[in-house]
């Protein structure tokens, strides 16, 4: 062979595990495949004055490249050989094996009842954190309207106040006024005699 085929023809061929399922890699493998012949029992590259064994170049390819071969280990069985049991022994751990069935049914029994249970305490504590929170807010209510209502009274009581003071004060007036009445009435009867005792003694 002279000289080593071309690393372009050979770039793919150092790629493991890559099948047949590129066309493209395959028909190129096959192109560079055919510029090769054997003469004898030795691999050559066709029209190659010197031919140099094609084998040998290939080794010293594979040392430049140090190209991974997988190698594929077979895993020896792991599985432990079976051991002999008696009859006694299998019937024992048979029963024990009904027994703890037994035991956790009735266990998920219990867990099932529980469970229900405190549903239900959930459901009822929910109802009455709602009562008493509605019992809170109508305390709330009713404070409120007290506070509203004392609050409406004690504006009365101030209004009433004012009335008080002013129904006193139109009373004096009242009184006041009567006092002047009747005063100008005496004093009007007391001119009109005076004026009936000049006319009678002119």
């Not at 064994?53 to 594979?62: A, F, G, N």
Request: hydrophobic content about 30%; aromatic content about 6%.
């Amino acid at each position: 062979m002279r000289g080593k085929p071309d690393d372009k023809e050979l770039e793919e061929m150092v790629l493991n595990d890559m099948g047949t399922n590129d066309p493209f890699l395959l028909r190129k493998i096959i192109r560079s495949w055919e510029k090769v012949h054997t003469k004898g029992t030795e691999i050559v590259k066709k029209n190659d004055a010197t031919r140099v064994p094609y084998q040998q170049w290939l080794s010293e390819r594979i040392k430049i490249v140090k190209l991974p071969f997988s190698i594929e280990i077979p895993l020896r069985s792991t599985s432990p050989e079976p051991v002999p049991i008696y009859l006694e022994v299998v019937e024992e751990l048979q029963a024990m094996v009904d027994k703890l069935g037994k035991e956790k049914d009735d266990l998920q029994s219990e867990l099932y009842k529980e469970t229900g249970k405190n549903m239900i305490l959930k459901r009822k504590s929910n109802q009455r954190k709602e009562l008493l929170e509605e019992s809170r807010k109508k305390n709330r209510i009713e404070q409120d309207l007290k506070e509203r209502v004392l609050e409406c009274l004690d504006q009365a009581d101030s209004g009433l106040g004012s009335l008080r003071d002013d129904l006193a004060k139109a009373k004096r007036d009242g009184q006041e006024w009567k006092r002047w009445w009747d005063l100008a009435t005496k004093k009007k009867k007391e001119c009109v005699l005076n004026n009936c005792e000049v006319y009678k003694n002119p």
